[in-house]
């Protein structure tokens, strides 16, 4: 074999073990990604059955129900659209309430009922899952849109004292 050719088997093996590489990188990435869906897309099919997602949305007001005797609850979480049931069976944050924003991680089953592995709840009065609020705000018929960052906010704000 001469020097070129074998400079030519070099570069292509190279190519193709960055190629097989990336293509493994690719897929181990799409298999960690988890994606946020509110009630309303559960409810039009866009997530599949069994798919790992996070489904934001408040809780219904008058609908937890813990199981008497174990740490099993469950609860409804709307987006003032739709409602997804949801079964979870670990320790509820110490802020989670009917009423309130949370985000939950889990598994949708066959019979749409969501199981959340993991429920987080608001952090303050004003949180509101971001996707939430702007399904609230189309629904009331609030046409002007919310600040998209802090700085926006920030210069919405009057200037007080000292500033």
Not at 140 to 161: C, F, I, K, N, V
Request: overall charge positive; hydrophobic content about 45%.
């Amino acid at each position: 074999m001469t020097p070129r050719r074998r400079r030519l088997v070099l570069v292509l093996g190279i190519v193709a073990g960055a190629s097989v590489a990336g293509a493994l990188a690719l897929s181990a990435f799409r298999q960690n990604v988890t994606f946020y869906f509110l009630p309303s897309e559960v409810a039009a099919g866009k997530v599949a059955v069994g798919q790992s997602i996070r489904l934001g949305g408040m809780v219904t007001r008058g609908s937890f129900v813990r199981v008497p005797g174990s740490l099993e609850s469950h609860f409804v979480v709307t987006d003032s659209h739709h409602e997804v049931p949801v079964t979870y069976d670990k320790v509820l944050p110490d802020l989670f309430r009917e009423g309130a924003g949370v985000v939950a991680h889990g598994r949708l089953r066959a019979d749409g009922t969501f199981v959340a592995d993991e429920v987080l709840a608001k952090h303050d009065e004003k949180y509101m899952p971001p996707k939430v609020a702007e399904a609230l705000k189309t629904r009331q018929g609030e046409s002007r849109a919310a600040p998209a960052d802090a700085a926006a906010t920030a210069a919405a704000r009057p200037a007080g004292p000292g500033t």
